[in-house]
């Protein structure tokens, strides 16, 4: 059964870069059949898709973040990773790694970990 | 960008009534692709539809959804009292600006 898991620091100082890894067990993430993704949900809010990279590094990113996000990949380790940089307080959400089903990057997503949350303050 | 919208906001009911979910879109959903999940509280979202209509593994045939183009529905033909949750509807025929509609919660009338 496939699971995943985030881990990363749970306290990040505002205009400094979020970094978290999503270990993927119980499956490869080097599949041909999957896309690996971020999503985020701020305190008692909405899910927001953040962004997806496949095994071999392409990436697809929520255009309103794309200038501070970065996902890369290591096959050799079974995990992806989210940076972002330049956060705020309105960074501040539980973070989602799923794997992406579907055609292309137009995904859906299952299973998901069971989330981190980060905060963003001084 | 493809906007979500989900109706109503709350749904009060009784375990064993029927629940009607809505996911609006503002623009046609290509390939009515999709998805619904359900999420309580703590925990993660769980997949329970994709392609508009595809039960996933392991989802009880309670679960139903229908609808094409901009107008999507979840179905829950009898609440069982696990079923009280909020529900999420997500396109993802736009990439890459995947959307999330912004919830329904069931809650126990």
């Known amino acids: 059964q496939l699971q995943l898991q985030e881990s990363g620091p749970g306290l990040v100082k505002p205009s400094e870069t979020l970094s978290l890894t999503c270990t993927v067990s119980?499956?490869?993430?080097?599949?041909?059949?999957?896309?690996w993704g971020w999503i985020r949900q701020p305190p008692g809010k909405d899910l927001e898709w953040i962004g997806s990279i496949y095994y071999s590094g392409s990436t697809y990113y929520n255009p309103s973040l794309k200038s501070r996000v970065t996902i890369s990949v290591d096959t050799s380790k079974n995990q992806f990773s989210l940076k972002l940089s330049s956060v705020t307080a309105a960074d501040t959400a539980v973070y989602y790694c799923?794997?992406?089903?579907?055609?292309?990057?137009?995904?859906?997503?299952?299973?998901w970990g069971q989330g981190s949350l980060v905060t963003v303050s001084s | 960008e493809i906007v979500l919208t989900q109706s109503p906001g709350t749904l009060s009911l009784s375990p064993g009534e029927r629940a009607t979910l809505s996911c609006r879109a503002s623009q046609s959903v290509s390939s009515n692709y999709l998805a619904w999940y359900q999420q309580k509280p703590g925990q993660a979202p769980r997949l329970l539809i994709y392609g508009a209509s595809t039960r996933a593994t392991g989802i009880p045939d309670r679960f139903s959804g229908s609808g094409s183009g901009t107008d999507f529905t979840l179905t829950i033909s009898r609440l069982e009292p696990e079923d009280f949750a909020v529900y999420y509807c997500q396109q993802y025929g736009s990439s890459p600006r995947l959307t999330f509609g912004g919830g329904t919660k069931v809650e126990i009338k």
């Open positions: 799923a794997r992406g089903r579907g055609y292309h990057f137009n995904n859906w997503f299952d299973p």
């Open positions: 119980g499956g490869s993430i080097s599949s041909s059949s999957y896309y």
